[in-house]
């Protein structure tokens, strides 16, 4: 690469922490930071997002602070509430995120939430305005900037810009639920690579270009496709995104054991089910609990022998609907305890809290069955971090057919479709009746094919293949951008 790594995303990877009587700043973690940081240090590079707070004065001397201590720098972003209501809370999760995981009901087509989403990649593409020079590479993360590229365009910056989709892409049928489905498809076509998870989201992607833009042409550039509509072309292609699953591993060898232990101690004797989620409508958390209850009533000879231990990130809470589904979550939990619990026993351990990274890597070493049912999701890397996490090859990762994860672990995970309750209770019986031989065969495999395709994997395939893509913006495009 000739210049600079730019990264956009709706956040930046940092963490300002307003606790103490100043704010201070740490970073995030999680696998896109984990596996951008290497490449935008080798780079050169600037990684622009929100702060995911208000401006305040303070906040860009602690970010200039933070970057000169580091080999890339950060371009913040400030939105007032009002613009956080409409382009994150309104658009972004209250249209763009139900839709694309097939639940158009949840939905609120409001046109002001669409003009705030407008108006919100706008300023993101005004903000790399600001810094970008000739020979850098913008790479856009996610569906909060599917427009971003578009507005890049009109303001002039014809080199290479690249989007990852992280969330999955509906199928057409769903898809046509939104108003401003042609001006999503158009937006997104001004990238130069676009990449999704899975195979299942290009074939959406593409079958909507097929439909709603029937102009669209598709040929196969060696395991990608390359699209021409309207005088705008783009590589598409699979990336699934990964872990450090080294990193991951020696962290799950050398600071769990006392943690592990002591959570332990709450589980003596016990069959341990472990549910990691953030609280959202689409990890399938009621489904879950009710498949719990359906295996405590047919076997009622696991009631005292198995706990589940479900935990939950707050998320979003400033929205009606989040707060409705917390509420049902721990009245169902209440009931299924009042109805089961004996002297000593209680059969779901609940936590509504954000855990340490040490705390989660306790909960995956000391739980015999990982149950994952996401109704839909682009990958879930819970599946992947609780597979990395068991060393000693043991434990059974139950695995929603839904989730992006299930496309590489599917042969060895046992997979359900979430919405037969019976199904996965007699899944989860299977899993704790399963033998230790068959737990490590099974993960042996899974481990292994995380390891060899890891994060760092996912984020060099997919620069190699902007780079080398040959897809250039020529002037034709460039004056589409403005369409």
């Known amino acids: ?75 913040p972003i400030y939105m007032s509430p009002a613009e ?78 690249a989007y990852f989709h992280h969330i999955p892409f509906p199928a057409p049928d769903v898809f046509e639920a939104l108003p401003w489905r042609t001006e999503v498809l158009l937006g997104l076509m001004h990238y130069d690579v676009i990449g999704f998870q899975t195979s299942r989201d290009v074939r959406g992607f593409v079958e909507s270009l097929r439909r709603f833009l029937p102009d669209t042409r598709i040929n196969e550039l060696g395991d990608s496709l390359f699209v021409r509509t309207r005088a705008l072309s783009a590589s598409i292609g699979r990336y699934p995104i990964s872990i450090d699953f080294d990193e991951f591993a020696a962290a799950a060898n050398s600071v769990t054991e006392a943690t592990a232990a002591a959570i332990d101690q709450t589980t003596i004797g016990m069959k341990v089910v472990l549910g990691v989620d953030r609280l959202d409508y689409t990890k399938g958390i009621l489904q879950r609990l009710t498949a719990f209850r359906t295996l405590l009533n047919a076997h009622p000879e696991w009631r005292t022998r198995i706990t589940l231990l479900q935990i939950v990130i707050p998320s979003r809470e400033e ?58 999701d682009g990958m879930n890397l819970v599946a992947k971090e609780f597979c990395a996490a068991r060393t000693d090859n043991r434990g059974v990762l139950v695995l929603s057919e839904f989730a992006g994860a299930a496309e590489e672990l599917g042969q060895e995970a046992l997979l359900v479709n979430p919405n037969d309750i019976d199904a996965v209770a007699s899944t989860l019986y299977r899993a704790l009746t399963m033998t230790e031989t068959e737990q490590a065969q099974r993960m042996k495999v899974m481990r292994s094919t995380i390891r060899t395709h890891d994060v760092f994997r996912w984020a060099c395939s997919f620069v190699q293949d902007a780079a080398i893509s040959g897809v250039e913006m020529t002037a034709t495009t460039a004056r589409a951008a403005g369409d």
């Open 1 to 75: 690469m000739n210049g600079r790594m730019i990264v956009l995303s709706n956040r930046l990877p940092i963490t300002v922490d307003w606790s103490e009587s100043r704010p201070t700043v740490q970073p995030s973690t999680g696998g896109l930071v984990t596996a951008l940081t290497p490449i935008l240090r080798q780079a050169g590079g600037c990684w622009a997002g929100w702060t995911g707070t208000d401006y305040e004065p303070p906040l860009s001397e602690l970010l200039n602070t933070w970057s000169n201590t580091h080999s890339y720098s950060l371009y």
């Open 84 to 161: 956080k209501e409409g382009f994150y809370n309104g658009c972004a999760n209250q249209i763009i995120w139900p839709l694309f995981h097939g639940l158009p009901s949840r939905c609120r087509f409001d046109s002001a939430y669409w003009h705030a989403y407008r108006r919100g990649n706008e300023k993101f593409a005004h903000a790399v305005e600001g810094i970008w020079s000739d020979g850098d590479f913008v790479w856009v993360q996610d569906y909060h900037l599917m427009l971003a590229g578009q507005a890049l365009r009109r303001r002039g910056f014809h080199n290479r810009i």
């Open 319 to 376: 929205i009606p609907e989040y707060r409705q589904l917390k509420l049902d979550i721990e009245t169902m939990v209440s009931e299924i305890n009042g109805e089961y619990s004996t002297p000593g026993w209680i059969p779901i351990q609940y936590f509504h809290r954000c855990v340490s990274r040490d705390e989660l890597l306790g909960y995956y070493r000391a739980s015999n069955i990982a149950l994952i049912t996401p109704l839909r």
